[in-house]
T-cell receptor, first 113, second 112 residues
Framework: DTAVSQTPKYLVTQMGNDKSIKCEQNLGHDTMYWYKQDSKKFLKIMFSYNNKELIINETVPNRFSPKSPDKAHLNLHINSLELGDSAVYFC????????????FGEGSRLTVL | SQQGEEDPQALSIQEGENATMNCSYKTSINNLQWYRQNSGRGLVHLILIRSNEREKHSGRLRVTLDTSKKSSSLLITASRAADTASYFCATDAGQAGTALIFGKGTTLSVSS
């Protein structure tokens, strides 16, 4: 069983479209995260949820909207996609918020044309 | 920002050699972690060292931490081709409502 799974693995879309990425963890963790990895492999925290409550919202455009229907799921919806949104988006989870080991999904590579 | 900076950015070695990667950070930390990322994959946790520890071992991995210099090093001994990957350090401030902050990574290439 995959601990942290995210879908889809690849998205190719046109500028202006809306897309969603889904993430699920079966580790029983309370905290989930979205990280963005750019073409230079730099990883930046975007959002963090603890037991369905948003606790970190970095300076991310409001075109990005996370949703956590329950503590095992954290989805990311992106409106009006721009070229600069092209990146790999990683979902992760941890047992304790802000510390300890992170468990990552395999990433979702978004390409905006 | 307490973002870590890894050094070197890229490292190429032969199988059997040791690989050393360094990480520097800016603010006080609760712990420091190292992660590996194989090409096209997610990050995998390797080792965690707490701020009150100076050295830690796990198999062929040896991590050191110098909080006075705000730096850490990851040593991989007797490297193998399978060690080819990017390696990232990550720090946390131990405060609620924060997340791990990752460095820019070192890309290690081990040739056979």
């Amino acid at each position: 069983d995959t601990a942290v799974s995210q879908t889809p693995k690849y998205l190719v879309t046109q500028m202006g479209n809306d897309k969603s990425i889904k993430c699920e963890q079966n580790l029983g963790h309370d905290t989930m995260y979205w990280y963005k990895q750019d073409s230079k492999k730099f990883l930046k925290i975007m959002f963090s949820y603890n037991n369905k409550e948003l606790i970190i919202n970095e300076t991310v455009p409001n075109r990005f909207s996370p949703k956590s229907p329950d503590k095992a799921h954290l989805n990311l919806h992106i409106n009006s996609l721009e070229l600069g949104d092209s990146a790999v988006y990683f979902c992760a989870s941890s047992q304790v918020s802000g510390r300890g080991e992170l468990f990552f999904g395999e990433g979702s590579r978004l390409t905006v044309l | 920002s307490q973002q870590g900076e890894e050094d070197p950015q890229a490292l190429s070695i032969q199988e059997g050699e040791n690989a050393t990667m360094n990480c520097s950070y800016k603010t006080s930390i609760n712990n420091l972690q190292w992660y590996r990322q194989n090409s096209g994959r997610g990050l995998v946790h390797l080792i965690l060292i707490r701020s009150n520890e100076r050295e830690k071992h796990s198999g062929r991995l040896r991590v050191t931490l110098d909080t006075s210099k705000k730096s850490s090093s990851l040593l991989i001994t007797a490297s193998r081709a399978a060690d080819t990957a990017s390696y990232f350090c990550a720090t946390d401030a131990g405060q609620a409502g924060t997340a791990l902050i990752f460095g820019k990574g070192t890309t290690l290439s081990v040739s056979s």
